[in-house]
């Protein structure tokens, strides 16, 4: 993987604001929802993943379970995303994209974001406790979990993106508290890994577009982010979950033998993800995954195919 010369002694640089900028004309709920980050929703469908691999997708009850829990997660998230633009809103005017997210840009204020985050956290607690105790707490933790995240984690290299996979790991038990299955270990450690190859996948996009020629740091963990070690960490933990994915679907062997044969499956979309994550001049797609799984067909492919497998092999 070969980057630019990475920018180290460049400041950050942001707008001198004393307040937010004159909003400019336009729908106000447009803006909020934008704030909401709605492409990112696709993450909570790790919320879903006990409810397939346990087979209580047959299950009514289950199924309305689940898809609460992860409507729960979906506002919960949302709220987070709030108080995340408005921490970042200052950097996010030096950036070229973020810049005209609805905070940064000044047509949310943030008195109505803050406001609108507790609405959403509140509602999402709501939901879980509906759901049961257990669920709420749960998604208690993730709301602290991505405070501790906006107010420290996320300036420090490494532990920023562990604090997000671990967001996705509260997603699986949430899951699985909303339908009463104990998820098992390996499932746990593959969405860890998963995750995290994900998340350096997504700094390794940002570091190449800081490097391609903008010359603005407009996230300071970013100068730790170097090509050689970026390299080794998405080489590192697309092995990791590759490897725990298998071992995984060999403890479900004597139940779904042929969940198995999703393993070749897996092992495809990650080392596609890997080509793109690398590739600099891909390095603006995979800034954002979210974007980059729904835009490249292969891996859209794969996910379908990956899909209908895993539901065949739990089901027969």
């Not at 879980?128 to 709420?136: C, D, E, P, V, Y």
């Not at 603005?216 to 590192?236: E, F, G, M, Q």
Request: aromatic share 8%; net charge positive.
């Amino acid at each position: 993987m070969t980057f630019p010369a990475h920018p180290c002694t460049t400041a950050v640089t942001g707008q001198e604001a004393t307040g937010d900028p004159t909003p400019p004309a336009g729908s106000l709920v447009l803006a909020l929802f934008a704030a909401a980050r709605p492409r990112q929703w696709m993450k909570n469908a790790f919320v879903l993943a006990p409810l397939i691999f346990s087979g209580k997708f047959r299950d009514v009850g289950s199924v309305i379970a689940a898809a609460a829990a992860a409507i729960a997660f979906t506002l919960m998230a949302a709220g987070t995303y709030f108080l995340n633009d408005l921490a970042d809103r200052e950097h996010d005017r030096a950036h070229p994209k973020k810049r005209a997210r609805p905070i940064a840009s000044g047509r949310v204020s943030t008195a109505l974001a803050a406001a609108t985050a507790s609405v959403l956290a509140t509602g999402g607690l709501a939901l879980g406790l509906a759901i049961n105790a257990t669920t709420m707490i749960i998604l208690a933790a993730y709301w602290v979990l991505q405070l501790a995240y906006t107010t420290r984690f996320k300036k420090e290299a490494i532990l920023d993106v562990l604090c997000i996979a671990m967001g996705f790991v509260l997603r699986v038990l949430a899951g699985a508290s909303a339908i009463e299955v104990d998820p098992t270990s390996w499932l746990l450690i593959c969405t860890l890994f998963l995750a995290t190859f994900l998340g350096f996948g997504k700094r390794a996009g940002e570091v190449v577009r800081l490097t391609g020629g903008d010359g603005k740091v407009t996230r300071p963990v970013l100068i730790a982010y170097h090509d050689r070690l970026l390299t080794s960490l998405l080489s590192i933990t697309c092995s990791l979950t590759l490897m725990s994915y298998a071992l995984y679907t060999v403890t479900r062997a004597p139940t779904s033998p042929l969940l198995a044969a999703t393993v070749p499956v897996v092992a495809y979309a990650l080392f596609r993800y890997l080509l793109l994550a690398l590739r600099a001049g891909e390095g603006q797609e995979a800034e954002n995954p979210e974007t980059l799984l729904l835009r490249d067909k292969y891996l859209i492919i794969a996910g379908l195919v990956w899909g209908a497998l895993s539901i065949a092999a739990v089901r027969f």
